[in-house]
């Protein structure tokens, strides 16, 4: 399976645990995104990576969200001192730099409940 | 302030006849447009897109419409089949060198044999 992996697919954590998501993009897609979806929206931008460097960052990242591209490969995404309201399907995608306009491929998402 | 707006929130067809999703756009620095398919617990799949520079492309049984003078989109599936039955969403993005799209709210889709 070549497609963007994300792991773990469900994640239920009390409210102020640190919670940490893994990304593996495909394997020649140099950009890296994290989208968030909650129920009844659409995905929600969140941050945006070309290679290891993060490029741009949403105002919905707020100060207890950090995200790392470490070497250009996999990412990582982690919430610290979870609350309720970060409760949501937190989505990966990549795409290649072969031209301007691509389509992003999503992987399945971690699906995040704070209780 | 919902930049892409879809105002059906669902949709039911028959089999074999035409669905028609649309999707009203607020921003005219928009200038790609893509849809999405969305299983339950699924990621989202992408399904066909369109620059502004075109105002039809088609793929199989799937057709994308622009009208960029309306702000206005629209998704064509014939025929219908109960597989296509997901929720489809709408996104735009403009030319800043990646792809930061802006969704949609989306739309479910039903097919019934």
């Known amino acids: 399976d070549t497609g963007v992996s994300q792991d773990p697919r469900h994640k239920i954590t009390k409210r102020g645990q640190n919670v940490t998501f893994r990304c593996d993009p495909i394997?020649?897609?140099?950009?890296l995104y994290w989208y968030r979806q909650t129920l009844g929206q659409g995905p929600e931008f969140l941050t945006y990576f070309q290679n290891e460097a993060q490029l741009e960052k949403s105002r919905l990242l707020s100060d207890r969200f950090s995200a790392e591209r470490p070497k250009g490969s996999f990412s990582t995404l982690e919430i610290q001192r979870t609350e309720q309201g970060d409760s949501a399907m937190y989505l990966c995608a990549s795409s290649p730099r072969v031209r301007l306009n691509t389509e992003a491929f999503f992987g399945q998402g971690t699906r995040l409940t704070v209780v | 302030d919902q930049q892409v707006k879809q105002n059906s929130p669902s949709l039911s067809v028959q089999e074999g006849r035409i669905s028609i999703l649309n999707c009203d756009y607020t921003?005219?620095?928009?200038?790609?447009f893509l849809w999405y398919k969305k299983y339950p617990a699924e990621g989202p799949t992408f399904l066909i897109s369109i620059s502004s520079i075109k105002d039809k492309n088609e793929d199989g049984r799937f057709t994308v419409f622009l009208n960029k003078s309306a702000k206005h989109l629209s998704l064509h599936i014939v025929p219908s089949q109960p597989g296509d039955s997901a929720v489809y969403f709408c996104?735009?993005?403009?030319?800043?060198?990646?792809?930061?799209?802006?969704f949609g709210t989306g739309t479910r889709l039903l097919v019934s044999p």
């Open positions: 996104a735009a993005s403009k030319n800043t060198g990646f792809q930061k799209l802006v």
């Open positions: 921003n005219s620095m928009f200038d790609y």
């Open positions: 394997s020649e897609h140099n950009r």
